[in-house]
């Protein structure tokens, strides 16, 4: 796991904002921050961030390691980049029609397709958050979805929390059993090949009826053991069911009596 905010918070900001000083004469420079992060971007991607180094990006471009550290000064200011620019592939839900509950459901998918084409956001713990232009104006957009419904600040700010975090919570579910196959280098078909036989030897179905009735109907529905995105899905909708009776009870109690 790696932790945002952890590096130099004056050259993160700068980085983050591009206002970092630039050389005012001399040659233009080989390399440029934005160079250095799609790179890093891209790395990420194919690896993840424990296999992401200076190092790694200055072979992947062809220059001296020395020379990423003048653009950028450590890997705790690198990721807080990659981040924030991850955060701009993200579409506003302005445009979506039917009100709050679309809105909400928009941005909950976004962040699920996100995680999945960059799973190393999951690596990042953001209790300090790198206060970049995408993370700031993606918050500014979510608080939008909700305003004017009759919700307190802080409980615009608790819904927000809750759907993004479901769906952060759901794409690691997903993501991880993605990679369990090219990790163990065993599909979900072979384990359960392997284990079913076994299992049916020790497992007596009349001890656990409930249990071997749905986990029978479950995993024949999902496939598998588990379903991530009929998780995400049913437990996304069932969150707005929430917000929604939260909404009613807010207008409810702020309708003039008679």
Excluded: C
Aim: no cysteine.
């Amino acid at each position: 796991m790696e932790y945002s905010g952890t590096g130099d918070p004056k050259r993160s900001l700068e980085l983050l904002w591009g206002v970092q000083e630039r050389p005012r004469r001399g040659p233009k420079p080989k390399l440029t921050v934005d160079r250095i992060i799609t790179t890093a971007i891209e790395l990420a991607d194919a690896a993840d961030l424990e296999a992401l180094s200076m190092r790694r990006i200055a072979e992947e471009l062809g220059v001296a390691t020395m020379s990423i550290y003048t653009y950028v000064p450590s890997k705790a200011e690198l990721i807080d980049v990659m981040m924030d620019r991850a955060l701009g592939e993200l579409a506003p839900p302005d445009d979506v029609p039917g009100g709050w509950r679309p809105k909400l459901a928009h941005i909950a998918r976004q962040n699920w397709d996100l995680y999945h084409r960059h799973p190393w956001l999951l690596q990042i713990s953001t209790s300090r958050p790198p206060m970049g232009p995408n993370l700031i104006g993606k918050y500014e957009y979510e608080l939008r979805a909700v305003d004017g419904l009759g919700l307190t600040d802080v409980e615009m700010d608790s819904v927000i929390s809750l759907v993004t975090g479901h769906a952060q919570s759901s794409a690691r579910v997903s993501v991880n059993a993605a990679q369990a196959e090219r990790r163990t280098g065993m599909t979900d078909e072979e384990w359960w090949e392997a284990t079913g036989p076994v299992l049916g030897e020790v497992l007596e179905p009349d001890a656990y009826p409930l249990g071997s009735r749905v986990g029978t109907a479950a995993s024949q529905a999902y496939g598998g053991a588990i379903g991530p995105e009929h998780a995400f899905e049913f437990g996304l909708e069932r969150i707005l069911d929430g917000i929604a009776a939260l909404i009613t009870a807010r207008t409810a109690t702020q309708a003039p009596s008679n």
